[in-house]
C-alpha cells in the first residue's frame, strides 16, 4: 500500500510539472510516465485518462490553499482583522510556492472555457463553509461599527486578485522594475505587505 502511494504521488509530481510548463493540451501522459519513472500502463492503472490526472493534481493545490486559509481564520482567540492579515499572506506565500499556477489556470480557461465551470466547482465545494462563517463575522463587526460592511465574496475575490496578479505579470514586472533574480523575494515581500494594507484599508470605517 505504501508503494502504491509513493508510486502516485511520484506520477501526481511529474504531472504538476509538465502541465505547469506545458498547458495540458500539449502535455503527454507517455512523457508523465517517463518523468515519473514508471511505464506508461501503470500510470494509466493508477488514472486512467490524463483528465483525471489533471483534476487530481488541481484539486490538490486547491485543498492546501483551503487548508492555509482555515488554519489562519479558524481561531476566535485571535481579531478578526489580524487573522485576515494571515489568511492575505497565506495566500500570497502559497503562490510565492506555486508561481506558474495563476498563468496556468487563466491560460486553461482562455483555451477551454468549460474548465471555469469546473475550477468554480471544486474551489466553492471546498471554501463555501469558510465563506458563510467569514460573513457572519464582518456581519457582527460592521454592525459594532469596527469594520466597512461587505460581502464576503467580493473580499476573497479582492484578495485574490491583489495576489494574483504580480504572479500573471511576474517576468513582466521584473523588467520593468529592473529587478534582477536575488531581488525578485524582496519585490514580492514588499508586494504582499502593500495587499495586506490595501484590503485592511478598504475594512477601515474610517476611510
Given amino acids: ?7 502516485e504521488n511520484k506520477i501526481l509530481a511529474a504531472a504538476e510539472q509538465e502541465f505547469l510548463n506545458k498547458g495540458f493540451a500539449a502535455t503527454k501522459t507517455t512523457e508523465i510516465a517517463s518523468k515519473a519513472g514508471v511505464t506508461h500502463a501503470m500510470l494509466n492503472y ?4 490524463k483528465e483525471n490526472l489533471f483534476n487530481k493534481v488541481f484539486e490538490q493545490k486547491v485543498h492546501i490553499l483551503a487548508q492555509s486559509v482555515r488554519n489562519c481564520f479558524h481561531n476566535p482567540d485571535i481579531p478578526f482583522l489580524e487573522r485576515l492579515s494571515s489568511g492575505i499572506e497565506a495566500h500570497f506565500d502559497f503562490l510565492v510556492q506555486n508561481p506558474s499556477l495563476p498563468r496556468f489556470v487563466i491560460n486553461e480557461i482562455v483555451s477551454n472555457p468549460q ?10 465545494s471546498v471554501l463555501s463553509a469558510e465563506f ?4 457572519k463575522e ?11 460592511s461587505i460581502k464576503a465574496q467580493d473580499l476573497i475575490i479582492s484578495i485574490v486578485s491583489l495576489n ?3 504572479f500573471t505579470v511576474l517576468p513582466l514586472a521584473s523588467i520593468l522594475t529592473d529587478q534582477q533574480n536575488q531581488n525578485i523575494e524582496k519585490m514580492l515581500s514588499s508586494r504582499k505587505a502593500e495587499n495586506v494594507k490595501t484590503i485592511l484599508a478598504r475594512l477601515n470605517p474610517k476611510q
Avoid at 138 to 148: A, C, Q, T
Fill in 1 to 7: 500500500m505504501k508503494e502504491d502511494k509513493n508510486t
Fill in 46 to 49: 493508477y488514472f486512467r485518462t
Fill in 115 to 124: 474548465r471555469l465551470t469546473v475550477f468554480k466547482e471544486k474551489i466553492i
Fill in 132 to 135: 458563510i462563517s467569514i460573513q
Fill in 138 to 148: 464582518i456581519d457582527s463587526l460592521s454592525e459594532k461599527g469596527e469594520i466597512r
Fill in 164 to 166: 494574483v496578479f504580480i
